[in-house]
Every structure is written in structure tokens, then in C-alpha cells.
């Protein structure tokens, strides 16, 4: 089978290595459909780790199961979270799934024509894709995901004024979930496409994000935003994230500066204003059924950020596109089909 080997986004090698056979315990699944996120060009972030196999927004079907599994069988069409919780710590006892530790494994990437499913992933961390959802757009279960938890820590309701900064995959899905919710949405980017893509996607206004956003922001809604998900990694953003809440308001940190980067917090003013920054990085099981729902349901449609689907040999364009990130929105490795569109 072929899997693709990432070194960092200019260095990506299509290897052949042999099938797996599922263990007892294991299953083998095709890869059908496995979404590029934004995180896999994080070079800051994946280096660590590589050469790697990347590849986490997986719809596959089951091939092959061991003589132990009797969930699944060939034939049916499944997501496979990337990384599972115990269940049993504090941490997942307390809803903080994404800071259990206790799980080791990871699942291998799906930017390869086969992925050998390890028995905590079969027990754990496969979903069964009701026939509503397709494959293409099971690659929005796990991104969905995040949103859903990040807007669930930021307590947002209806007819907050929420301002998402970065309109790549992740600020769009932002825009769509709270679109849904009754917010009032402020999108703001650097790239005039993104903008387009913001304001068709439900944004109520978008604001250049060279601009002054802050009085941009005020002059047009009237105040600060209640709620500000930072969705873009540049220190620029976060000082616009920091300059554009409202008292009482909360700052969502989506996405980060790299490690090297020093940010100043202006906890005096924040202490005053009584504004909460919180985190959120990647999410837990009810995050992903409720996804799951929220797609099968059509409540929020897909489709519509799907810019590229590419085969595997041609993953190397599908980074590219990524990190330039001007014409993509959501690219699409296909590792079982031959033809790019
Ligand atoms: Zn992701
Ligand atoms: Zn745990």
C-alpha cells in the first residue's frame, strides 16, 4: 500500500510498504476521504514527530477484522478519532478529555491508502457514519468537534457579538456554529478571499484585518465583541484579540503563536474588565456525537468549504495549498482514487 511520509510541508514522500494485517483485536480500513487540517502544516508543532504519517479527519470503510472484534465488520463506513481518552482519569472525569495521558497510542495517519486501527481505537474511538453523512464530509467530524467544545467553554448564546479572527477551515466552522446559535458575527482576515468565504458562510460583517479591527469593530457593531475566538496564529491577531473584547467578555485561544513567540497579556486592563482568556485545543468524545449530529442533521452544511479533493501522490500540492492558504479552504486527500479534482 502507499502511505505518505510528511518531513515538513516541502518535503513529503510517498512511500510503498506492505499491508497491514489486523491483530485479533485490530481491524483495517481504507481510507476514503482525509481532510489536511490547519495544524498539520504547524511545523513548530509536527517536527517532533516526524517523518510521520498525517492525517487525522479520516472517513474510511472497514476492510478486514480480527477474530476478537465484533462492533464492526467489512463494509461499514466509520470516522476514527485520532486520539482516544481513558475515560476512567481525573481528567476525563472532569470533561477534560484532551488532557488525558493515559492513552499512548495514536492512531497512524490517514494520508495512506490503509490504516491498521490499534483495539483501544476500535474500542474507543470509532463512530459508525450514519449513511446521511459522506465520506467527504465525515473530514469536518473532528474540526467540527473543536468548534463545538470551544464555543460550548466560551459560553456562547444568542445574540452575543462574537468577533472570529483567522477565516480559514476552523473560523468558518466557527462563523456556521454560531450562525445557528443566533449570534451576531464579526469575521475579520488578512486575505480578501477568506473575507468572501466569511461573509457567504453567514458573517454578518467582515473587517480587513490590516485595518484598525478595534474601531473598525465599534464604528460598525456598536461595541466590542462579547466573545473573540482566535483562529489565526500571528502575534498581530492576538494583540487584535486582546484590543477587540468587551468587558466581561471572553478571548477563545483556537490557535497560538509558535512557542518562540513572547505575547504580553494586559492583565491590569483585563483584571478591571473582568475578561476571561481561555483555551481550547482539540476535544472529547460528546464533542465528536455531537458533531456527528450536527452534520447528519444538516444544521451546518460542509460541502460548501470544500475547495480541493487530490489523490495521494499528490499531497505535496494539497500542503501547499494549505500553508499558502489564499485559494484553499478545505483540501481532500482521496488515497484510494487515481484522479485530482
Ligand atoms: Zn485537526
Ligand atoms: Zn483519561
Redesign the pocket.
Known sequence: MKVSYWYNNRDIRIQEVPTPVPGPKEMLIRVISCGICGSDIVEWYRLPRAPLVQGHEIGAEVVAVGNFVNKYSPGDRVFIAPKV?????????NG??P?????KERLPGGFAEYILVPEIFVENGTYLLPEKISYDQSTFIEPLACVVRAERLAGVKKDHSLLVIGCGMSGLLHIKLARTKGCKIIAADIHKTKLEFAARMGADMVINAKDDVASRLVAQNGKKADVVFLCAAATSAMEQAWSCVDKGGVIILFTVPGPDQNVVVPVNDFWMKEITIRTSYYCGPPDIIEAMKIIGEGLITVDDLITHRLCLTDIAYGFQLVTDGRESIKVIIKPNENVSA
Do not use: D, I, L, N
Open positions: 481518552p481513558c475515560m476512567k482519569c481525573s481528567y476525563c472525569a477534560h478529555y488532557q488525558c495521558t493515559e492513552v
